[in-house]
């Protein structure tokens, strides 16, 4: 029996084809859209920081003058705390991803004390401020004898405190799996920790990692309150003291809010790609 196939145009190509032809420019145009409008938005902010002064129908505008010199000066010195900001949260998502997952665990748990400790732990975390955390860790604990570091103190600050909200991103996604498959895991007689270990836990790890993405992302930029200990020289840290030290704050802290959003831009752009690397394995 023959299959029926898409009869051609009169160009010479099937009406498939024409319409995949169609979808691949629209998305062309939606595409050149978007970036020419990103270069008009960076233009006008470029603009607004330009020192530019004109006259509109009798009315003097001026934009923003800075210094040039002072940012041309002090702005390897601010990028020196760049490593540091990346290692902060490189640790803080690690601890917080681990937190995370023995929350998550423990809140699935139907032992009472676990999951009484996880809705705690989680209760606790979300209930105080993280600037409030991260000044406990670093002053309230040494009259404990716990003598922490300022870097030390945000590591566990911000590992903890994400740890809490990433709980529940990891408990959905290990409730996202369904039940039949656990009970066919049973069927062929492995036991809950083979079933979490072998089947759950892969699943939910894949279907949980553009979230912790998300969480990765906000971790970077809230690595700047670790500044409020005074000893850890990250970005925002070195901009502050540069630019109170030369009176040129808002240039100081121009550059760091730049690095942030570089280092934000290059973050998301990864996190994009491993989200569509497993989307395509999904699809696969």
Do not use: C
């Given at each position: 029996?023959?299959?029926?196939?898409?009869?051609?145009?009169?160009?010479?190509?099937?009406?498939?084809?024409?319409?995949?032809?169609?979808?691949?420019?629209?998305?062309?145009?939606?595409?050149?859209?978007?970036?020419?409008?990103?270069?008009?938005?960076?233009?006008?902010?470029?603009?607004?920081?330009?020192?530019?002064?004109?006259?509109?129908?009798?009315?003097?505008?001026?934009?923003?003058?800075?210094?040039?010199?002072?940012?041309?000066?002090?702005?390897?010195?601010?990028?020196?705390?760049?490593?540091?900001?990346?290692?902060?949260?490189?640790?803080?998502?690690?601890?917080?991803?681990?937190?995370?997952?023995?929350?998550?665990?423990?809140?699935?748990?139907?032992?009472?004390?676990?999951?009484?400790?996880?809705?705690?732990?989680?209760?606790l975390i979300?209930?105080?401020?993280?600037?409030l955390q991260?000044i406990f860790?670093?002053?309230?604990?040494?009259?404990?004898?716990?003598?922490?570091?300022?870097?030390?103190?945000?590591?566990?600050?911000?590992?903890?405190?994400?740890?809490?909200?990433?709980?529940?991103?990891?408990?959905?996604?290990?409730?996202?799996?369904?039940?039949?498959?656990?009970?066919?895991?049973?069927?062929?007689?492995?036991?809950?920790?083979?079933?979490?270990?072998?089947?759950?836990?892969?699943?939910?790890?894949?279907?949980?990692?553009?979230?912790?993405?998300?969480?990765?992302?906000?971790?970077?930029?809230?690595?700047?309150?670790?500044?409020?200990?005074?000893?850890?020289?990250?970005?925002?840290?070195?901009?502050?003291?540069?630019?109170?030290?030369?009176?040129?704050?808002?240039?100081?802290?121009?550059?760091?809010?730049?690095?942030?959003?570089?280092?934000?831009?290059?973050?998301?752009?990864?996190?994009?790609?491993?989200?569509?690397?497993?989307?395509?394995?999904?699809?696969?």
């Amino acid at each position: 029996m023959n299959t029926p196939s898409t009869p051609p145009t009169t160009s010479g190509k099937s009406q498939t084809e024409l319409i995949y032809e169609r979808q691949q420019r629209q998305i062309f145009r939606f595409k050149l859209g978007v970036r020419i409008s990103w270069a008009v938005l960076i233009t006008v902010l470029l603009f607004a920081f330009s020192g530019v002064s004109f006259n509109i129908f009798g009315l003097q505008v001026r934009t923003i003058v800075l210094d040039f010199d002072f940012i041309r000066k002090w702005t390897p010195f601010i990028f020196g705390g760049l490593g540091l900001t990346i290692l902060l949260s490189i640790l803080s998502t690690t601890l917080a991803s681990v937190l995370a997952l023995l929350g998550a665990l423990g809140r699935l748990s139907k032992f009472p004390p676990a999951y009484a400790l996880a809705s705690f732990y989680i209760s606790l975390i979300r209930g105080t401020p993280l600037l409030l955390q991260i000044i406990f860790f670093f002053l309230a604990v040494a009259q404990m004898g716990i003598q922490l570091s300022g870097f030390w103190a945000g590591v566990i600050a911000l590992g903890l405190n994400y740890g809490a909200y990433m709980t529940e991103i990891m408990r959905a996604g290990i409730q996202s799996v369904g039940i039949g498959q656990r009970e066919a895991a049973l069927a062929i007689g492995m036991n809950e920790t083979q079933i979490m270990h072998r089947i759950v836990l892969p699943q939910a790890l894949r279907l949980v990692i553009p979230p912790i993405g998300n969480q990765f992302i906000a971790m970077l930029k809230d690595t700047a309150l670790v500044s409020v200990t005074g000893v850890v020289w990250e970005l925002l840290w070195r901009a502050q003291k540069v630019g109170k030290a030369n009176f040129k704050t808002m240039e100081a802290l121009l550059v760091a809010a730049v690095f942030y959003w570089i280092i934000t831009i290059i973050f998301s752009v990864v996190q994009s790609r491993i989200e569509a690397y497993l989307a395509k394995g999904e699809r696969t």
